[in-house]
């Protein structure tokens, strides 16, 4: 057990830091398993706790403190941020769930919880894209990279060139084993995305084949050139993910604005794009295309393609990055 005091006493017997008691709460409750998901509750419920402290939070430290207004609070920011573009609707409800999730770890009962997230914030997500992503024209990406080099952001450089090269997400294209993907892509003419990979999908049981062409090579090639002395990744040796996003990742995000790109979770939405497009020879739908009219068959076939190279493993979820079928 992670307790460390009386489960009456501060946070509920977890240490006096809100910060640490909620992810050891969720420890506890998945008795040491389930690594993914306690690490996306634990990074959803930092962010609670950083807006605890900040100006707009209610100043607590103690999970005892926090009450169904202070939720309520925490959802009307969350609103705000959604209105003002800072974020996206589906993130803010999975904030809300998760918090939910980690104060019913610490106290051991639901009874301070938001009922409906997507009530609360008023809005209601959809996995559908409807605006094309940013990130399609290879030019617009090639200004982005030496933008990133000049000030010498390498790494997040070869970050953003994995991402649209081969659909990896930012922990995937972080904590990709360079090494082993170069020589896959020179024996086998492919590689195999396994490091860093959500939810637990990755070994043999899960693979996630790309096709590795020239733009594939090339990306490679500029992670290993960026990747520090000695390391298999993006990480140096003694640098822990978060304080590389947090250092070095987040503050590299005003040049990818700057130069029109949203995030790089676009890169990903364009790399699916520009593969639905040389699968069926039609634009996606948020392209403009009508390919589900004319094979749905092919589309079918292309979505789900798509959706293991994505490592998702869910065609409906293709939506989300190419649009609907209408």
């Not at 609360?120 to 030019?139: E, F, I, K, W, Y």
């Not at 043999?204 to 002395?229: F, G, S």
């Not at 497009?277 to 798509?306: F, K, W």
Request: with cysteine; charged share 25%.
């Amino acid at each position: 057990m992670a307790l460390v005091g009386r489960r009456d006493g501060r946070n509920f017997g977890y240490g006096r830091q809100l910060s640490y008691a909620g992810p050891q709460a969720l420890r506890d409750l998945f008795a040491g398993g389930h690594f993914a998901t306690v690490k996306a509750h634990s990074d959803r419920w930092q962010a609670f706790v950083r807006w605890c402290r900040s100006e707009d939070g209610p100043g607590y430290n103690d999970a005892r403190q926090i009450d169904r207004r202070t939720l309520q609070d925490y959802a009307a920011y969350l609103r705000q941020q959604i209105q003002q573009g800072e974020l996206c609707i589906a993130t803010a409800q999975n904030r809300l769930s998760s918090v939910n999730r980690t104060l019913a770890a610490l106290r051991c009962d639901h009874n301070v919880r938001i009922a409906s997230p997507s009530q609360a914030l008023g809005q209601q997500r959809s996995s559908v894209r409807t605006r094309a992503p940013d990130g399609q024209d290879h030019q617009q990406v090639r200004r982005v990279l030496e933008a990133l080099c000049e000030q010498h952001h390498e790494r997040v450089a070869a970050i953003v060139l994995l991402a649209r090269a081969t659909g990896m997400r930012l922990r995937e294209a972080i904590l990709a084993n360079l090494p082993r993907l170069q020589r896959e892509a020179e024996h086998l003419g492919r590689i195999n995305i396994q490091d860093g990979t959500k939810g637990g999908r990755s070994g043999a049981c899960a693979p996630r084949w790309i096709v590795a062409n020239a733009e594939v090579k090339a990306a490679l090639q500029l992670a290993h050139h960026a990747a520090p002395p000695r390391s298999c990744n993006l990480l140096a040796r003694d640098e822990s993910y978060a304080a590389f996003v947090q250092q070095t990742v987040l503050p590299a995000r005003k040049t990818l604005h700057e130069y029109g790109l949203k995030g790089f979770h676009e890169l990903r939405a364009a790399y699916a794009c520009e593969r639905y497009e040389q699968l069926t020879s039609h634009p996606t739908p948020v392209n403009g295309g009508h390919c589900y009219r004319i094979d749905r068959g092919l589309d079918q076939q292309a979505r789900q393609q798509i959706s293991m190279e994505l490592g998702h493993n869910r065609i409906d979820v293709v939506s989300a990055y190419i649009g609907g079928r209408a």
